[in-house]
């Protein structure tokens, strides 16, 4: 059974920096293609990143780029989310997801986690 565990989620300021985890467990990490998205409240959710299996290959949403680094540990099986920069308009519910095999464009995730909230004030 997969289960995703987010943590990391706090309020901060404008300009600062977060640094959020997933920890993985039930399944081959290793053998997923990671991701992370956001949703904020009367919005859809919106991909953030995915991260192949190996980690060598990222896609990052376009208003993410040069602020946000995802990168995995499949040692310890965990994901991981550098959030620098922070804007208000990056305040959301920050979910965590896993599915099998490598990572396509428009790739559909199968498992979710709970989420963890970043609120970025203004």
């Known amino acids: 059974q997969v289960q995703l565990v987010e943590s990391g989620g706090t309020s901060v300021q404008a300009g600062g920096s977060l640094r959020l985890t997933c920890s993985g467990s039930?399944?081959?990490?290793?053998?997923?293609?990671m991701g992370w998205f956001r949703r904020s409240p009367g919005k859809e959710r919106v991909r953030v990143v995915q991260?192949?299996?190996?980690?060598?290959?990222?896609e990052y949403l376009d208003t993410v780029k040069g602020r946000f680094t995802a990168s995995r540990d499949n040692a310890k099986n965990q994901l991981y989310l550098q959030m620098n920069s922070l804007k208000f308009e990056d305040s959301a519910m920050y979910y965590c997801?896993?599915?099998?095999?490598?990572?396509?464009?428009?790739?559909?995730?199968?498992?979710w986690g709970q989420g963890t909230q970043v609120t970025v004030s203004a």
């Open positions: 039930g399944y081959p990490f290793s053998a997923y293609c």
């Open positions: 991260i192949s299996p190996g980690g060598g290959s990222i």
């Open positions: 997801a896993a599915t099998p095999g490598a990572c396509y464009t428009g790739q559909h995730f199968a498992n």
